[in-house]
């Protein structure tokens, strides 16, 4: 009877992430709907549609110290087990991450990295940096307290999507780390949340807290003559409809909410700070191009739904 009831509620949250993802893959829901629902209603429609996840997680015992439930996650992906996991097996496998490594992820969420980080590490260390008061707090209760070599650190710093009582601009922040500091930045997803002033101070930022030949791996949306043809005619996970110049956004009321930069602006910006791209662009997925791109890094590498951007401090 247990088992056929524990069953029973694996399927009901089975079909619960199936239908999430299957929405998450479709450029109408996440181009039109998206934008139209206020933020606020969004961030608890999102909390209310994961708790039978966090009750079926917490009956069936499988709880984890260091991973959120579900409910109290605000990041895009809920992913904390294998996606994270590859994420962290990939840098090493690019030679931009060792055991020993000082790291920076900006944009930490609540963990998603820092957590597969924590089996990683041996020698090096991990500092994050977000600007979401219940992530850096999570992070730091469950993670830093275990950990002596992990930090998190909270950036009073404004954003319309993740932080709107923010009392900081993005543009006039400066990273609370000395110079020269971390072999590698990560920066997963966190560009495309950013406006270009803020990018830009941000970029400054990185050149500064990089060490001479250390790196930076980024996320973000990569416009170009190619990726708008395919975004505007193939089913692709987005299509940003409204163009800025040098930015494009899916709801210019809240740019934050999802931005693509355009591609020469982006890569003129980091060679401006002595962060070279040579070789270092990866397209993904997002705008509808074929699972392995032609310059994809490797061949599961297609597989990411955003372009990847591997940057080297010269
Ligand atoms: C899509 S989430 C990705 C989170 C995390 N990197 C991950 O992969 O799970 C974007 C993150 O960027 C953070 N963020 C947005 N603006 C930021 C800023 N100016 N400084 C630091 N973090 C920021 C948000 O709070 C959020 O946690």
């Not at 079909?15 to 206020?38: C, E, H, T, Y």
């Amino acid at each position: 009877m247990r088992k056929a009831s524990s069953a029973a509620l694996h399927q009901i949250v089975f079909a619960l992430g199936w239908l999430r993802d299957l929405l998450l893959r479709q450029k109408w829901f996440n181009s039109r709907v998206m934008p139209a629902i206020p933020r606020q209603l969004r961030w608890t429609l999102r909390r209310l549609y994961f708790i039978p996840f966090d009750l079926v997680e917490s009956a069936l015992g499988q709880s984890e110290e260091m991973i959120p439930p579900k409910s109290k996650v605000f990041v895009g992906t809920v992913d904390f087990k294998e996606g994270a996991e590859d994420g962290v097996n990939r840098l090493h496998r690019f030679g931009v991450l060792t055991p020993e490594s000082h790291v920076l992820d900006i944009g930490c969420g609540i963990g998603r990295l820092a957590v597969p980080m924590t089996r990683y590490l041996r020698g090096g260390s991990y500092h994050g940096l977000d600007v979401v008061p219940s992530g850096i707090e999570w992070c730091n209760q469950h993670i830093a307290s275990r950990h002596p070599n992990f930090h998190f650190t909270l950036a009073d710093v404004f954003n319309g999507e993740y932080n709107p009582k923010g009392r900081t601009a993005a543009s006039e922040y400066t990273f609370p780390y000395p110079d020269d500091q971390f072999d590698l930045v990560i920066l997963a997803s966190v560009f495309t949340h950013m406006q270009p002033e803020d990018t830009e101070q941000y970029v400054r930022e990185i050149a500064r807290v990089l060490r001479k030949g250390g790196h930076c791996w980024a996320s973000c949306y990569l416009l170009n003559p190619d990726s708008v043809r395919m975004m505007e005619t193939r089913e692709g996970s987005l299509c940003f409809r409204h163009n800025h110049g040098t930015y494009w956004t899916v709801n210019p009321k809240c740019p934050e909410l999802s931005i693509g930069y355009d591609e020469h602006y982006i890569l003129d910006l980091f060679d401006r700070n002595g962060l070279s791209l040579a070789d270092g662009v990866y397209y993904g997925r997002w705008c509808g191009r074929p699972l392995v791109s032609a310059n994809s890094p490797g061949p599961d590498e297609g597989a990411d739904d955003q372009d990847l951007l591997l940057a080297t401090k010269t």
